[in-house]
């Protein structure tokens, strides 16, 4: 019963790089989101998607980007990493009435 | 636009006192939810209750109850007979049934701290 998996746990990027940051649903959930959590700012999101091949911006979509071909997979994309980028980022999936199941979290740093 | 205000950026209460989390909101969309979420320090998001727009009671899970007051568009958290396990951020969010998309919006969020 895995519900929303997220991975890395820990990410430390250089100004510059880039990376994915993988989530993955068993829930056959069809909303699915990213979100990143800074201090003193609660959780803003960057991007979600109600369903395969459809996504759309969040609050704060600048400098990342996502997809959707598969009701499973949700990856976010970082093109090319910023300091402003460091912060806890949480993938979560559900809709409706439902609450969001979250993943546990990926810390990033950009140095 | 939807959004959330949680005005307490932290809160102390003693253990097995009663508190309150205060939460408002504002949206156009006649049909909406209304989420509290516990972040305790390790980092996960824990779901604790839901109430929807149309919903007539108050929703209630167990310790904690949500005071719903549709008018004046605030959702409090009501937090009973505390415990030192209570102590972590809470966030307030909003879902817009019709124009959101699907939409979950977060407060701030608010830091608890149960004392002995």
């Known amino acids: 019963n895995a519900g929303v998996t997220q991975t890395p746990k820990f990410q430390v990027l250089k100004t510059g790089q880039s990376m994915t940051l993988q989530c993955a649903q068993d829930m056959n959930h069809e909303y699915m989101s990213w979100y990143r959590q800074d201090p003193g700012m609660g959780l803003r999101l960057i991007h979600y998607s109600v369903g395969a091949g459809i996504t759309d911006q969040g609050e704060v979509p600048n400098g990342y980007n996502v997809s959707r071909s598969t009701t499973e997979d949700f990856p976010l994309r970082l093109l090319s990493a910023a300091p402003s980028q460091t912060s806890v980022y949480f993938c979560?999936?559900?809709?409706?009435?439902?609450?969001?199941?979250f993943g546990n979290g990926t810390r990033l740093t950009v140095t | 636009a939807q959004k959330i205000t949680q005005t307490q950026p932290g809160m102390f209460v003693q253990e097995k006192e009663a508190v309150t989390l205060d939460c408002t909101y504002d949206?156009?969309?006649?049909?909406?939810?209304l989420f509290w979420y516990k972040q305790p320090s390790s980092g996960e998001m824990i779901f604790l209750i839901y109430q929807g727009s149309y919903d007539q009671q108050n929703a209630t899970e167990g310790r904690y109850s949500l005071n719903f007051q549709k008018a004046r568009k605030s959702a409090n958290l009501v937090i009973s007979a505390s415990q030192l396990g209570d102590s972590a951020m809470y966030f307030c969010?909003?879902?817009?049934?019709?124009?959101?998309?699907?939409?979950?919006?977060f407060g701030t969020g608010t830091r608890l701290l149960v004392s002995p």
């Open positions: 979560a999936s559900g809709g409706g009435n439902s609450p969001l199941h």
């Open positions: 969010a909003m879902r817009e049934m019709n124009t959101g998309f699907q939409k979950l919006v």
């Open positions: 949206t156009s969309d006649p049909s909406y939810g």
